[in-house]
């Protein structure tokens, strides 16, 4: 794929340099999703790395259970501009993470916009 699909809003150390806070933005073009599509997106969500609820966009735990257990966490909701992902993750599980979600975005041929905004 030619394009930049995604936007890293950051990835910040948090407490240790191998934890890091990440917020990201995919582009997809989820509004365009066929029946088809929109269920190879979900398979695509519940293949990843670290599943933890194959009825939620949860990885590693979620936002509520992080306070109380090892703080790490992925989630993602589907937002106007795309799929929003944020959490806390060591460095190395999120670029796992991040290199499957887009391989297989790519792989599938799901629709994606530019990160050009304008």
């Known amino acids: 794929m030619n394009t930049t699909w995604f936007y890293n809003y950051g990835e910040e150390p948090y407490h240790c340099d191998s934890v890091i806070e990440i917020e990201y933005i995919y582009r997809i073009h989820y509004d365009s999703l066929d029946e088809s599509q929109m269920t190879l997106f979900e398979s695509i969500l519940n293949s990843l790395p670290g599943n933890?609820?194959?009825?939620?966009?949860?990885w590693y735990g979620n936002e509520e259970e992080?306070?109380?257990?090892?703080?790490i966490?992925?989630?993602?909701?589907?937002e106007p501009v795309g799929f929003h992902v944020f959490?806390?993750?060591d460095r190395s599980v999120w670029q796992n993470w991040h290199e499957a979600f887009v391989?297989?975005?790519?792989?599938?041929?799901?629709?994606v916009r530019s990160t050009d905004f304008g």
Request: one cysteine or more.
């Open 103 to 111: 391989d297989a975005i790519e792989r599938c041929g799901l629709p």
């Open 52 to 58: 933890s609820d194959p009825n939620f966009a949860y």
């Open 66 to 71: 992080a306070g109380s257990q090892s703080g």
């Open 73 to 78: 966490y992925l989630c993602g909701s589907v």
């Open 87 to 89: 959490g806390r993750l």
